[in-house]
């Protein structure tokens, strides 16, 4: 099975090595891809996730397929978060997400911007990202906090990211 046309075992590998590039040490919870199975002609799923710290900061990246969905054609999603300390000592989650399921209409690409212990948080739609634009993205947010997601936007456009494979 693949994702992004590149086999699952690949692309964790990827992600893996965008993490330390960026400076990030891949701490625990992290899984290898799971569920990634060669079925031929059988719908199936599966999924991966990596967590990096940089000092108090850490980022969470998860990718799912399932052709269960959308069967041959696999249906794909991400969950990109980066969790940095705010000045005032508040931990701030900012996160970006393409859904497997376009549900509510238009927000396959979204992203959320909310305070720690906050269970409330507004859907923005956006682009698509790659991995690559989320680590710069979050290492800048990591050296300012108080940077704004419209204001990573203008400096990092979605549309301008570099592509995850070299």
């Known amino acids: 099975m693949s994702l992004g046309g590149y086999p699952a075992e690949r692309r964790w590998q990827v992600a893996w090595n965008l993490l330390h590039k960026y ?43 399932d052709t269960r969905l959308s069967y041959p054609a696999p249906a794909r999603g991400y969950a990109y978060l980066v969790h940095v300390i705010t000045p005032s000592g508040v931990g701030r989650n900012v996160s970006f997400h393409m859904d497997l399921r376009q549900e509510p209409e238009g927000l396959l690409y979204h992203w959320h911007d909310y305070e720690d212990g906050s269970h409330t948080s507004n859907h923005h739609v956006m682009s698509p990202i790659t991995l690559t634009w989320f680590l710069e993205v979050s290492l800048s947010l990591i050296l300012d906090p108080r940077k704004s997601v419209p204001e990573l936007f203008t400096l990092y456009p979605p549309s301008q990211a570099t592509p995850d494979f070299w």
């Open 23 to 65: 400076g990030f040490d891949v701490i625990p919870p992290a899984w290898p891809p799971n569920g990634f199975v060669h079925t031929d002609g059988v719908p199936t799923s599966g999924a991966w996730h990596l967590r990096g710290q940089f000092g108090e900061a850490y980022v969470d990246a998860e990718e799912q397929i």
